[in-house]
Every structure is written in C-alpha cells, then in structure tokens.
C-alpha cells in the first residue's frame, strides 16, 4: 500500500473571536485554537509551535502533542459485520466477518475485531493491517489467549478497499459458552473527501444449549417384559447457570410429544419437587421416578419401570426436556431424543394338525401319503418365521432342521398382528416313504440356535408312524 502524503493545512480557527481590532485579547482570556487538514495515511498528528515577541529562536514545539479534530463521516453502516446470531457450543462454528463498504471511502489502513469484556468494554482479539516493510497486509494477534486457542483461526487483508477484509473462526467442536457476547469491528479509513474516519459495528452472538447438552441415558432395546427401562436426564454444565425443570415425555405420534413426569423447584418448600402430568404411569405397577433441580451439577430426573412391568408400548421415542438459565443470562429450552426399541417374544404355539388324519389308530399312514402339517402361534414382534424339523426312527442325533425349504410355506401374507405381536400360520408337506416307521416332526418359533431348545410352550410336534400290514 503506497503511503499518501498530507495535502493541506486549513487556516487556524480561534474561539472566542478577539475583542478588540480583531486580534487583541485581555489578560486570563482562554483561547481553544482549531486545526484542520489532511494528515496522510500513517494518520500524522498535528504539531503545535508557538513564538513570543522576544524569542529569537523563532517556532519552538508546543510540549504536549495533540491530535487533530477530526470529523467522523462513516458510521457502522458502512461496515459489514456478519456471522451466526446464534452459537450452540461446542458443535456450531463461530465465523465473525468485517468488511468495508466502498461508499465514501478511499483506503483501509486497518480492521480489528474485539469483543465485550464487559456491558461497555472491548479488548482487541486481533487486528489486519499493511506492513509497509513487506509491502503486504499482517494478521497479528492482541489476544494470545485466543491465538493458542485449538480451532481458531484468522484470514484478511486490507490490500484494496473492495477485497478489505478480517474474518475470525473457532471451528465446529471447539467452540465455548464464554464466545457468547458482542463483538465489534474496528476500521481505520481514509475517505475520498480527504482526511481519515474510524467506524465501528457490532454483532451480538447468543450462545444458547441444544440436545447436546442433555446426557440422556438408558437402554436402547426392551424384552417385554423381562427388561428394566430407565430413562435418565441430566444437564451437561456448559453455558448453563441454573436448571428450572427437567421433564420426560414420550411420543404420542412421529412429531407430538405427552409429558410423563416433570421435577422442578418449589418456592414455598424450597425444594424439588416431582410431579407428574401422566396419572397412567403415575398408578401403573413398577413405575418410579427420582430426581432433582437443586443445583445444575447434580441436577436429574430418571423414570424407571422396573423388571417384569415392561410392556410393549413402553418402547418408541423418549424425550428430555429441560428449561435452563444461561451462563451469559437470559434462559433457554433444550430437548434431547432417545428411541427404545421394544421386542415381544414369542408366548405360544398350537399343538400341530395334519392333514389328512390317519387311517388307522390315529397316527399310521401308507406310504406315498402326502401329509400337510399346520403350525400356528405367536412368533414376537419380529415376525420370526417357524423353524421345521424332523427325526427318523434310526436317529442317534435327536431333531435336525428339515433339509427341504420348498415343502416349508412360512404365509408371510397371512401374519396377524395381536398387540404388539404377531401371529403366523405355516405348512409343510411331506410324502410318507418307507423309512417312516416312525418319523417326528417339530414345529417352534426361530431362535437361531438347534431343533428343540424353545421352552416346552412354544414347541409342538407330531410323530407319524408306518401302516406295514
């Protein structure tokens, strides 16, 4: 950036005007003498001399310097600043932008970004500006404690009006509740009219709390209904002063949520207290709820349906609630999702029927009878298919799964929910041959491990004997 010399001196003005013969002031009188002009790019401060009638030495320097009046014609306006209004630390990025407009302004000497240290002081976090030793712009940093910080970084140049520029970023995950507050750009002008201007503009960043500064806990997959759920919210402490309520709901739809149980303080008995806004689970067998607001870092609220109460409609989406006070001031809502998945198991299976019915004492058939088996019951809310086995006369091995998939008909179409359980109806079709003098077949819910290992209810079966006469 080329340096840019002073152009003129305007003539001094005097207040008060003399009172005689337009020069001649009493003793005591005091005089403000005014000086106006351009004063270059480095901004040079005007020098004060003076000379009495006896000197002889003639101007000699006034000893105290003082800066030229100066008229500000910019404003904040003619600053962009720009950047989020609203940071969640730590996953939102902060990125502050300073940067002129054109009207009305010749150079930028220098752009500094500071934030409030208190309702109506600034300290300089960090500053652009030409260097005229390397002939380029230099970001340098006021703010050590910022310059180390991991996740902060900063860009500019005030190279030309139109390309004048600082943006400061603390990146995703690196942001904290204390980058909340007021942040003001600082420019340095010279204007097209001659002389230099400063403006200044601000930008208020808000940082607020989100789910993420809830910790929600508990299991993600329920067994009806031998499992416990436990669902415990609680506050993570970052940018929160105080917690007001801690409530858990649950939804009602895939976007409508009903409170459950809420734990809030009390005035009157100065304490927490819970209370609960859902009277079905409030008088509903195995379900409790603890918890306090008392102070943020033991603030809780956990629900609990204890072992052997779970039903199938205690899974679906959970919700923490929890209204807060911030750490900068002014309060906030944040709420924190948890899916609990619920599996019913399998409870029975029918006894297995055949057709056709045997033609001699119920249980003997010719060879080459074509049988079909039925097997009917509840397979869970995993739809599990039923596992077919068998086991001949001469077996040593106990039951093996039946080879043949394509005598197995699972009727997929056919399943009937019951609750939150499933029904199904399968076949299999088998012909009689000689080696069935006396071949059982079993039918139980898939479990993914051997034939046979169902509890007794959930396991049928049926033995086919020979006809041999």
Aim: include cysteine.
């Amino acid at each position: 950036m080329p340096t840019v010399l002073p152009t003129y001196t305007n003539a001094l003005y005097v207040t008060p005007t003399p009172n005689v013969n337009g020069q001649y002031y009493s003793v005591g009188t005091t005089l403000t003498f005014s000086c106006s002009g351009t004063e270059g790019s480095d901004k040079r401060i005007h020098t004060w001399c003076y000379k009495q009638a006896g000197s002889i030495t003639g101007f000699t320097n006034v000893y105290v310097s003082v800066w030229s009046t100066r008229g500000l014609t910019l404003s904040g306006q003619s600053i962009t600043i720009t950047g989020t209004s609203t940071l969640v630390p730590p996953t939102s990025e902060l990125r502050i932008t300073c940067q002129p407009s054109t009207a009305g302004i010749r150079d930028v000497n220098t752009i500094s970004i500071q934030k409030n240290t208190s309702s109506t002081d600034y300290t300089t976090l960090v500053y652009v500006t030409y260097d005229k030793a390397c002939s380029s712009s230099v970001i340098r940093w006021a703010s050590t404690a910022y310059q180390n910080r991991q996740g902060v970084s900063a860009t500019g140049n005030v190279d030309t009006v139109g390309g004048a520029r600082l943006v400061l970023t603390i990146s995703t995950n690196n942001t904290r509740c204390e980058d909340g507050g007021a942040y003001r750009c600082n420019m340095g002008v010279l204007l097209l009219g001659g002389g230099g201007a400063v403006a200044v503009a601000e930008k208020y960043v808000t940082a607020t709390v989100s789910g993420q500064s809830i910790t929600i806990t508990g299991t993600s997959t329920l067994v009806t209904p031998t499992s416990e759920l436990r669902i415990t919210c609680q506050p993570s402490s970052a940018c929160i002063s105080d917690v007001s309520t801690i409530s858990v709901q649950k939804n009602t739809s895939s976007t409508d949520y009903t409170s459950i149980v809420t734990v809030a303080y009390d005035k009157a008995s100065s304490s927490s207290v819970i209370s609960w806004a859902y009277t079905a689970f409030q008088n509903r067998q195995g379900v409790s709820a603890t918890g306090n607001v008392d102070t943020v870092g033991g603030a809780r609220l956990v629900l609990t349906i204890s072992t052997n109460n779970i039903r199938c409609e205690d899974g679906g989406a959970y919700r923490c609630n929890m209204e807060v006070t911030l750490t900068g001031g002014g309060g906030a809502t944040a709420n924190a999702d948890k899916y609990v998945t619920a599996t019913v198991l399998p409870t029975y299976t029918n006894a297995l029927y055949v057709t056709p019915t045997p033609n001699v004492n119920g249980q003997y058939y010719s060879v080459g009878t074509k049988l079909t088996f039925s097997c009917s019951g509840t397979v869970g809310s995993d739809k599990m298919n039923h596992t077919w086995c068998y086991k001949q006369a001469d077996s040593n091995t106990g039951f093996t799964g039946y080879p043949t998939a394509a005598d197995i008909n699972q009727n997929e179409n056919g399943l009937v929910q019951d609750g939150c359980n499933y029904r199904r109806r399968s076949t299999l079709t088998y012909n009689v041959t000689a080696a069935d003098t006396e071949t059982s077949f079993m039918c139980e819910p898939f479990t993914g491990s051997m034939c046979g290992t169902s509890a007794a209810v959930l396991k049928t079966n049926y033995t086919v004997r020979l006809c041999t006469y």
